[in-house]
């Protein structure tokens, strides 16, 4: 009987340690993936601003948000509609120096 318990203290000792080790890495991998995201939208928004100017309300700046939206739908999926793509122009607007996002990197 105390041979049983002993076994299973173990196991139970191996599971905690496997789970712990586990539960870390998928936090690290949430948090690089939540990096590499913002860092995308930054960058999204810098190649908006390149490419509509200042005032992407303007007619040109329209029809660009719009071709944009309907291509990265298409080819990525939900995320991209122009109200977004504007949030990422404002993103990149409000902080243009990327050092000034990822202050700690």
Do not use: D
Not at 50 to 63: D, L, P
Not at 90 to 97: D, G, K, N
């Amino acid at each position: 009987m105390v041979q049983v318990e002993v076994q299973a203290a173990a196991q139970e000792g191996a599971y905690r340690s496997i789970r712990g080790v586990l539960v870390e890495a998928r936090g690290r991998v949430a948090s690089a993936v939540n990096a590499a995201m913002v860092e995308a939208y930054w960058k999204v928004g810098k190649e908006i601003v390149a490419a509509c100017g200042e005032n992407e309300r303007a007619s040109y700046g329209k029809q660009v948000l719009e071709y944009l939206s309907k291509r990265l739908t298409a080819e990525f999926g939900k995320g991209f509609t122009v109200r977004n793509l504007r949030n990422m122009r404002q993103f990149y607007l409000t902080f243009p120096i990327w050092h000034t996002v990822c202050a700690e990197n």
